[in-house]
């Protein structure tokens, strides 16, 4: 075990220093600003909900802001399953894991049959969740078997093009979960939905233009880095 941490050590310090190297700028500020658009575009999505049904009913478990989650995150998986399935090299394997946060993330929002707010519709079972589970983690693993993708033998040859937009709607979900252990369920939810319609726009951005995220596209980095594999 001490050897996997002694191990671990340089391969962190050199995955972090990789990744905020390949960022810009630009890059930066296109994902902060992204990030508001995403906020105040759940806010009015909260407000329409509102007018259309009882406030007490919107933002509790099952309601229909957590339908409308369901709809946006497993739209933002199945356009990463797209993109995992039209690019290669680092971009397969990204798009290929966000696809399946973004599945895992509709079997939790997915009401559960035996919940005492479910009142109707689509529903999981206890076992069927589990299954439903397994299953989704299953078949991304065979995809990745199965295409086998070379990926870089270093570091500095990756581009983490994830860091920053995967790392702002992580950042969105968090500030969601707070809420929830803070008990104001509409910021709570109004919160996941502006991480979800993040990813949305991240999976179309990956998808319409792959080659903001290509590393092969981006300037070698200086220095010998500190980990290789092999």
Same mark, same amino acid.
């Given at each position: 075990m001490p050897h996997v941490v002694h191990a671990a050590g340089p391969f962190f310090a050199e995955a972090f220093r990789v990744a905020v190297l390949r960022r810009t700028a630009k890059e930066a500020a296109a994902c902060g600003a992204l990030a508001l658009a995403s906020i105040a575009a759940a806010f009015a999505a909260s407000l329409f909900c509102e007018a259309l049904f009882p406030a007490t009913a919107v933002f509790r478990e099952n309601g229909p802001i957590e339908l409308v989650q369901m709809v946006v995150v497993g739209l933002a998986g199945l356009m990463f399953l797209v993109a995992a399935l039209r690019l290669d090299y680092e971009l397969f394997y990204g798009a290929l894991a966000l696809a399946l946060g973004? #599945? =895992?993330a509709v079997i939790r929002e997915t009401p559960g049959c035996t919940s005492h707010f479910y009142d109707g519709g689509v529903c999981l079972s206890e076992t069927g969740n589990e299954v439903t589970r397994i #299953? /989704? !983690?299953a078949v991304v693993v065979g995809l990745a078997a199965l295409r086998r993708e070379p990926l870089a033998r270093r570091l500095r040859d990756l581009n983490f093009f994830w /860091? !920053?937009? $995967? $790392?702002?709607?992580?950042?969105?979900l968090v500030c969601a979960e707070i809420m929830e252990k803070s008990r104001f369920a509409s910021l709570e939810e109004t919160l996941e939905l /502006? $991480?979800? =319609?993040?990813?949305v726009v991240f999976a179309a951005a990956l998808n319409l233009r792959p080659q903001w995220?290509? !590393?092969r596209r981006?300037?070698?980095l200086a220095g010998a880095g500190i980990w290789s594999r092999g």
């Open positions: 973004c #599945l =895992l #299953l /989704a !983690v /860091a !920053v937009p $995967g $790392g702002t709607a992580f950042a969105i /502006a $991480g979800y =319609l993040y990813l995220f290509d !590393v981006k300037p070698p």
